[in-house]
């Protein structure tokens, strides 16, 4: 057998790239024969160069040729070889990872978004180290005020130059953030946390609301009565939710209304809906006057109603919890009891409770 039927035969066996390296060596290497062949084309004359040129190089050729063939080969042999081996079955259960819930605080606030979002509102935010002004003063309680009294105020320590701040009290101060950065007419929900110097089973020093404000040409208590009703129906998800609005004081608004949500037992339970006595869920009111001046909106154009809750009483009169302050402890045991999968998200058209 001739050198080269040796040599393209060695190619052909060749079973790795490894392998079809050593025979590309032989025959085209620095030493391989192929090589040598050329070489002798120096010596030779003009003549014999004329017949043995071509056929050396035709050589060189199917060398090389047979070389590029066996490897596209043997690469593409590897690929299948790799595809067949390393298969994932996606159909195996996925491994055990420990497993957070969301909170039934955060789990209501996107309750709140998404039935208010069906009305038409944004969902507002402010900041909960807040200017004095914000929080009090441009909601109608100047200084000496009383009713600032009853709030319990965390005071942030004085800077020279800077405006006196606070841990703000309530989700409120939103209104004016939302009335000057938005103007009219105005459409909004503030969900958030506040803050006041009150520990109990009922109290915590941090707790969350959530404001509403609405503010158009011709709003009107009819309006707010509507809303607050609505919204306590999608967010029970009962249609024998009843309310009531008692006339009560807010320096905010005037006139100011309670709203009471009836309740009823089942099963030993007090639960919202129906009407065998009643509880107070929020505050409310149209907004006064001074307050539409302060965030710089004229009053004889403008009018709205606001009403604000505190949505840790909400998620616990939904969903059973009777310790406020297990809400903070970051127990586990709770969360898993009380929390939410990461994928029970609330939507109206199922039904906004988990
Ligand atoms: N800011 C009040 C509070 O913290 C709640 C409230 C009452 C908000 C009446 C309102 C309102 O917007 O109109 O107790």
């Known amino acids: 057998m001739s050198d080269v039927e040796q040599t393209l035969g060695r190619i052909a066996a060749a079973g790795d790239l490894q392998a079809l390296d050593a025979a ?20 030779m004359t003009p003549d014999e160069r004329q ?10 050729a199917r060398v090389t040729e047979a070389i590029a063939e066996r490897k596209e080969q043997l690469v593409s042999a590897e690929l299948e ?24 605080v955060s789990q209501v606030m996107d309750e709140l978004a998404e039935i208010f979002a069906d009305l038409g509102f944004a969902v507002a935010e402010g900041p909960e180290i807040e200017t004095d002004w914000y929080n009090f003063t441009a909601l109608n309680m100047p200084e000496s005020h009383p009713a600032r009294a009853m709030h319990d105020t965390f005071y942030c320590e004085p800077r020279d130059g800077e405006p006196a701040r606070v841990l703000r009290t309530h989700t409120s101060p939103v209104q004016i953030r939302a009335m000057e950065k938005h103007g009219a007419p105005l459409r909004v929900i503030a969900p958030g946390r506040v803050y006041r110097s009150d520990s109990d089973a009922t109290h915590t020093p941090m707790f969350h609301q959530v404001e509403g404000i609405v503010i158009d040409r011709a709003i009107h208590l009819g309006h707010l009565k509507w ?52 509880m107070e869920v929020l505050g409310s009111g149209m907004v006064h006057p001074r307050v539409i ?3 710089g909106l004229d009053p004889n154009e403008w009018q709205g109603f606001a009403f604000g809750t505190g949505i840790d009483r909400l998620a616990m009169l939904k969903y059973g919890m009777n310790d406020l302050r297990q809400f903070f402890d970051g127990d586990i045991r709770w969360l898993k009891h009380y929390g939410f999968a990461a994928l029970a998200i609330p939507t109206l058209s199922a039904g906004v409770g988990a």
């Open 24 to 43: 590309r060596v032989e025959a085209l290497g620095k030493n391989g024969w192929v090589t040598a062949l050329l070489k002798t084309l120096g010596g």
């Open 51 to 60: 017949v043995r040129g071509p056929e050396i190089q035709g050589v060189r």
């Open 81 to 104: 070889r790799r595809l067949a081996t390393e298969r994932l079955d996606l159909s195996l259960p996925a491994p055990e990872r420990p497993q957070g819930t969301v909170h039934p």
């Open 227 to 278: 809303t607050l009703e609505t919204f306590l129906k999608a967010f029970f998800e009962r249609d024998d939710i009843a309310i009531r609005m008692r006339p009560s004081y807010f320096p905010f608004t005037e006139p100011s209304a309670e709203v009471d949500v009836g309740w009823s037992m089942e099963k030993g339970r007090r639960v919202v809906g129906g009407q065998e006595g009643w």
């Open 293 to 295: 001046a302060a965030a």
